[in-house]
């Protein structure tokens, strides 16, 4: 299907575990970003990519590790997971240039135990 | 630093009863300003680009329009497919992000 997909859409875990959340998108778009939204604090960039092999740190990346390998694919990863990551995590994707409107994947919803 | 604050945060409003959302926003040179519409347990769906003081987008029951300081969103005669939660966000001239507010939960019923 076209669109940016995520997966797993739940999952839950345990303090330590290693998680990897995955993202894929098929329109070929230079740009992808990963987020968590929580109560309260609304929607805070955690990694971004401006394209294959090149990713940079946004608000909150303490304790997420992220690689772009394929344009298409960017995995977020949770080295050993907290209790803290338990949030809505939300994978985007934009286009190079011309239009700033980020598109957004249906989100994984990750409950650390 | 850049920050977006809508109001209210909550907003009940009858079938029909038209109403505006309020997003202001501070930033040190706008690219543009962003709305989306939120469903429970769905992603943030891209409603409208504003880029310019002055400019306003149209869609459906939607409006939306921007000055220098703020952002409204005005919804014509709602009707109860409406109710979700609209986000605002900015993105800076320097960067990359989108720099979300915390939302409104609109419910018309």
């Known amino acids: 299907d076209a669109g940016i997909t995520q997966s797993p859409r739940y999952k839950i875990t345990e303090t330590g575990r290693q998680v990897t959340l995955m993202c894929h998108q098929t329109?070929?778009?230079?740009?992808m970003f990963w987020y968590r939204q929580d109560l309260g604090h609304g929607l805070r960039l955690i990694y971004y990519?401006?394209?294959?092999?090149?990713?940079d740190k946004g608000e909150v990346p303490d304790g997420y590790v992220v690689s772009r390998s394929k344009t298409e694919n960017f995995p977020l990863t949770l080295e050993s997971a907290t209790r803290s990551q338990t949030s809505v995590y939300f994978c985007?994707?934009?286009?190079?240039?011309?239009?700033?409107?980020?598109?957004f994947g249906p989100g994984t919803r990750l409950t650390v135990l | 630093e850049d920050q977006v604050t809508q109001s209210p945060e909550a907003l009940r409003l009858q079938e029909g009863e038209s109403s505006s959302l309020n997003c202001s926003y501070t930033?040190?040179?706008?690219?543009?300003l962003f709305w989306y519409r939120q469903d429970p347990g769905k992603g943030p769906e891209f409603l409208f680009t504003?880029?310019?003081a002055g400019e306003e987008k149209e869609k459906e029951r939607l409006k939306a329009t921007l000055t220098k300081k703020e952002s409204f969103l005005h919804i014509t005669a709602p009707k109860p497919e409406d109710s979700a939660t609209y986000l605002c966000?900015?993105?800076?001239?320097?960067?990359?992000?989108?720099?979300f507010g915390k939302g409104t939960s609109l419910l018309v019923t």
């Open positions: 930033v040190s040179g706008l690219r543009g």
């Open positions: 985007a994707s934009r286009g190079l240039a011309g239009y700033f409107e980020q598109f």
């Open positions: 329109w070929s778009h230079s740009y």
């Open positions: 990519s401006a394209a294959a092999d090149i990713t």
């Open positions: 504003l880029y310019s």
């Open positions: 966000a900015v993105q800076a001239n320097s960067g990359y992000a989108l720099n």
